[in-house]
């Protein structure tokens, strides 16, 4: 009986203490080219307070494309993390993002697709996840879980722009009194 609590013990310590469960949009509006082709994304900006380890899990994913030739459900992760942050005078901050992991098929296993799984990402701060598609013009839906070890605060990148845009909205109205 001890060895099996102790067992219990240790497969315990190594769960997270956080999960977080997502879906991220791949639309027709948000997209960017590669190699002269078009692909869809979602954009998620991860926050800690301080050092975080995290795990990227893909569960699901409803993924089509309007090409025939394009028919997989293979989503895609990008991983980025901010190298420099650079104030260049009145017109705001520029930031350097480096690629830090990606993958797509970390969950071969699961027959609905070939789905991302990134395990053990250290990151200090900020970290910057980019979901994508392998395929080219592929919109839907991806679901994934972020595991880790410290608190995160995630935010879906239209949320990001529109609190940027009301931060800045009210530093003109509180420059202008």
């Known amino acids: 009986m001890r060895k099996l609590l102790a067992l219990l013990a240790l497969c315990g310590s190594a769960f997270a ?3 977080y469960d997502l879906t991220a949009t791949l639309s027709e509006g948000n997209y960017f080219f590669q190699e002269q082709e078009k692909f869809h994304y979602d954009v998620f900006r ?3 307070d301080g050092d975080a380890t995290v ?7 409803d993924l089509f494309s309007y090409q025939d030739e394009y028919d997989y459900n293979d989503p895609y992760l990008y991983l980025y993390s ?4 650079v104030f260049d005078g009145t017109s705001g901050f520029a ?3 480096t690629l830090q992991a990606s993958d797509d098929d970390g969950n071969e296993e699961l027959e609905e697709g070939l ?3 990134l395990a053990d990402v250290e990151f200090s701060n900020e ?3 980019v979901i994508t598609s ?3 013009e592929s919109v839907g839906t991806v679901d994934f879980k972020i595991y880790s070890d410290a608190p995160l605060t995630v935010v879906p990148e239209p949320a990001t722009i529109l609190l940027v845009g009301l931060a800045g909205g009210a530093l003109i109205l509180s420059r202008k009194r």
């Open 127 to 129: 970290l910057v996840a």
């Open 134 to 136: 392998y395929d080219p």
């Open 17 to 19: 203490d956080y999960e």
């Open 115 to 117: 789905f991302f799984y």
């Open 82 to 85: 901010i190298e420099n942050r």
């Open 46 to 48: 991860i926050y800690t």
């Open 95 to 97: 930031e350097v993002y």
């Open 55 to 61: 795990t990227f899990d893909n569960y699901d994913a």
